[in-house]
């Protein structure tokens, strides 16, 4: 067993229980707020955005886990920072997660090493949410990418590393240290 998937291990929850908070559809996507289930921790808040009824969806799709950037102050500095980019794909039949972001959207890293326990539980939370992308109807497992911007992007790297099987990664602006 590898460093990264001690540090970081596959989930095995179930994801079929997530919580449904509302449901909108626009152009050719549906779009679903949702609780996603993570054993032992709190519920990941995300979008997942799927192809509406007018989207090609024969066969199995791709499916895509936006992680987004690191900007309190931005209006987009949160899950909506893909949301028009996960329509747009929708469109052409790939469905998205776009989940919250914890950490360090809710405290400041510092560069000590409780930033530690923090990286590796938001990197448990990209997995848990990167599961449940991969348990919805009609997407193929063997066929994901990851987006990943700023500290989005940070977490989405080591994420990827723990996966081990994601055919696509696009790591934009990150950081050299997570106290940056």
Known sequence: MSATTTLFPRPTAATAALQELGEERRESARIRDVLLPVAGDDPVQAYLVEPGETSPTQGDRPGVLFAHWFDTEAPNGDRTEFLEEAMLLAARGVSSVLPQLTFPWTADPSGAEHDRARVIREVGRLRHSMAALRTLQG??????????????????????????????????????????
């Open 139 to 180: 997407v193929d497992s063997h066929r994901s990418g990851v987006v990943g911007h700023d500290f989005g992007a940070m977490h989405a790297v080591l994420a990827v590393a723990a996966e081990g099987d994601v055919s696509a990664l696009v790591f934009v602006a990150g950081t050299p240290r997570w106290a940056d």
